[in-house]
């Protein structure tokens, strides 16, 4: 059997730091991964489950969305995919009882690491107004209370309906279908606070929101720029495709303020030769100031131009606006971007080298390029680069944004979106014989300020930690606290269910892992990776508990109760048959025709992608825009430092597995601010000491987060950085990406007001 959680809450504000070692990342610490699985699933569960993750028959890991290559390992998993999994099988569970044992505001003062580790929640809860402790409620009477808030709304517009990267595409289907049939767009998603600055720069200048590469490209690439992301710790089974790369004959170039352990050494854990040696993946480490990447791409695009290295074919061809760029790249200074990146001038010469030499080039990126005010920007100047080259449409060539949760990309494919294109909700409404709203609802921070100001009224979570993922955290969970009732479905405690509405429900859900029996038998769902790969996930162990509702049954058994007898809509047959739902995908959305007979096929298939497939590229203009946007880059007073906040390597978004990171040499606690030495002596910070960090910002609010150690570490000048979700709190709501409206936690200016331990 497996242990118990853990009783107390560990302390979390007294991290143990070791000197930074930027230990060999890959090796995947096996026997300590090996003794949390087993202390979560026990022996006998750990290796009936693991060998299932990501397996063509098995199901998808809860994780990340990499993609899986044709030929897979028996062991397809990484060290953090296994934890997300020995978490989610664990045999550790939450029952009415536990509710009745520790009442909401005991839960409040736990960490997000205690709530984590108490196991599965095994039925439905309802916290009733003015009550401190949830209690079990049944399915029938859950729905009812849904349907009672839902139906006293003035308007369907102060419902929100959220959804996490983890639901399936037939529950996001569902649940979209759901929100619109009651008459609201206010579908607001975790893409809204990650890639939704990709898929804004993308659907401008190349016709489709979503990369242009396959697995398969990465390893016939001659160079790949991997910008503001961190493999090693949010996606480390692209270290694998890197390290095939290499050994084609790729070069890498690494553009990052944190020097990572997974780019300076990958010790591959699938060959034992690739354990003992490993690979150096970096042939360039370009340690760029955090905001400086679209200032370094705008200098590297003069020096293409400069250098007579365009691709004038496919220029003339397929692209448009390529007369304005060219004026405001030949603009571009080499002294401004020097300032703005911190790089020397010899190492973007070496950068410019590389990718002039390169036929074949793909530039990955993740939140380091997302989540700033100029991000879309930023993006854009990429594709500029790679337009200039030729390099989209090209095998071995494109762009790369890799998404981080395991089927982030397949909802918004499924139209989880707040602001849809007109063609899919008409052909919604064609096969529903429904009339969808055409206005435009609200994203995420609109949420927020939709709670905060009584425009909202009921909030209900398709899986993920609202207020643990969104920014501002003293202002969202005093809207969230507004609402008349939150909902949340989930398999875990999570932070979001201890600051709710007057009234809330906690509804538990199946997990990737479980297996799901409906009326009609057993059944699978489906999901999209990061390079548009849609295949069946198919869970094999027993449910944690018989109370349990799969994500596609609460969707329908909800709308039932909420629509009543006016739907036309079958949702009886949606909760009883998948591949109903599948059928209906089909007819609704380009690219899934014949859903059922082709993700029937052992690895599912390849969604079309017009620019990657045809050179084609449906934007206004017919052709891939190049851009033109002033250069930005922020400007942070004397004093101060630009605060990125950032994962652990023991945690997956908001989840934390554990208080160590190792490949940062610290252990015991979460707390802790990396600064650069030299910048710490110009502030009086000593290695060790105790600090609040304070965010400025425009509206003059004081945002703090006490309590945290200083960590001397090799950041780039001028730049700091801290884990989320802790530092949630300092990044202001209104600090957003322009178009895309993503919330700018990669940038927030702080001061340090040093305090006692």
Known sequence: MATKPPAGDPVQDAPQVAPPKHAAAGLPAIGHTLRIAREQMGLARTARTLLKVNQKDGFDCPGCAWPEGEERHAAEFCENGAKAVAEEATLRRVTPEFFAAHPVSELAGRSGYWLGQQGRITQPVYLPEGADRYEAVSWERAFAIIAEELAALDSPDEALFYTSGRTSNEAAFLFQLFAREFGTNNLPDCSNMCHESSGSALTETIGIGKGSVLLEDLHRADLIIVAGQNPGTNHPRMLSALERAKASGAKIISVNPLPEAGMERFKNPQTPLGMLRGTPLNDLFLQIRIGGDQA?????????????????????????????????????????????????????????????????????????????????????????????????????????????????????????????????????????????????????????????????????????????????????????????????????????????????????????????????????????????????????????????????????????????????????????????????????????????????????????????????????????????????????????????????????????????????????????????????AELGLADGAYTDLVSEWKD??????????????????????????????????????????????????????????
Not at 482 to 510: D, E, Q
Not at 553 to 561: L, Q, S, T
């Open 296 to 680: 370094l791409f705008r200098l590297l695009n003069k020096l293409v131009i400069e250098a007579g290295a365009v691709d004038e074919e496919f220029v003339r061809e397929h692209t448009h606006g390529y007369e304005e760029f060219a004026a405001a790249a030949k603009s571009a200074d080499w002294e401004e971007t020097l300032t703005a990146t911190g790089l020397d001038r010899a190492d973007i010469e070496r950068a410019l080298a590389m990718v002039v030499a390169s036929e074949r080039t793909i530039v990955c990126w993740a939140m380091g390029l997302t989540q700033h005010k100029h991000a879309v920007a930023t993006i854009r100047e990429v594709v500029n680069l790679l337009l200039l080259r030729g390099a989209i449409g090209r095998p071995g060539a494109g762009v790369c944004p890799v998404r981080g949760h395991s089927n982030v990309q397949g909802d918004r494919t499924m139209g989880i979106f707040e602001r849809p294109a007109p063609a899919f909700l008409d052909a919604l409404d064609r096969e529903f014989e429904i009339t969808s709203p055409r206005h435009h609802g609200y994203d995420v921070v609109r949420a927020i300020e939709a709670l905060r100001d009584g425009r909202a009224k009921v909030l209900f979570a398709m899986g993920g930690n609202f207020v643990g993922a969104t920014p501002d955290t003293e202002v969202t969970e005093a809207a969230v606290r507004r609402a008349a009732l939150t909902v949340h479905v989930s398999t875990k405690l999570n932070r979001s269910h201890a600051v709710t509405g007057r009234r809330a429900l906690i509804l538990p859900t199946l997990g990737r892992s479980d297996r799901d029996v409906q009326a009609s038998g057993r059944q699978f769902v489906t999901v999209e990776d990061s390079m548009g790969m849609v295949h069946a996930s198919r869970g094999n162990l027993p449910p944690a508990s018989p109370h349990l509702l799969s994500e596609p049954a609460i969707v329908a058994r909800m709308a039932r109760a909420v629509l009543g007898a006016a739907s036309r809509t079958p949702w009886e047959e949606f909760e009883r048959d998948y591949a109903a739902v599948r059928d209906r995908i089909a007819r609704v959305v380009p690219g899934f025709e014949d859903f059922n007979a082709r993700v029937a096929r052992p690895g599912g298939f390849t969604l079309p992608h017009a620019p990657r497939d045809e050179r084609r590229f449906p934007t206004k203009t017919g052709k891939a825009n190049f851009t033109a946007a002033p250069v930005e880059y922020p400007r942070v007073p004397e004093g101060r430092l630009l605060l990125q906040t950032l994962r652990s390597h023991d945690q997956y978004n908001t989840t934390i597995y554990g208080l160590d990171d190792r490949y940062r040499g610290i252990t015991g606690g979460r707390r802790v601010v990396l600064v650069h030495p030299a910048d710490a």
């Open 700 to 757: 003059g609010v004081e945002r703090r987060a006490p309590g945290f150690r200083v960590v001397h570490y090799p950041t780039a000048r001028g730049c700091a950085a801290a884990y989320y979700p802790e530092t949630n709190v300092l990044v202001p709501l209104d600090s957003t990406a322009d178009v895309s409206n993503t919330p700018a936690s990669k940038s927030v200016i702080v001061r340090f007001e040093p305090t006692p331990r």
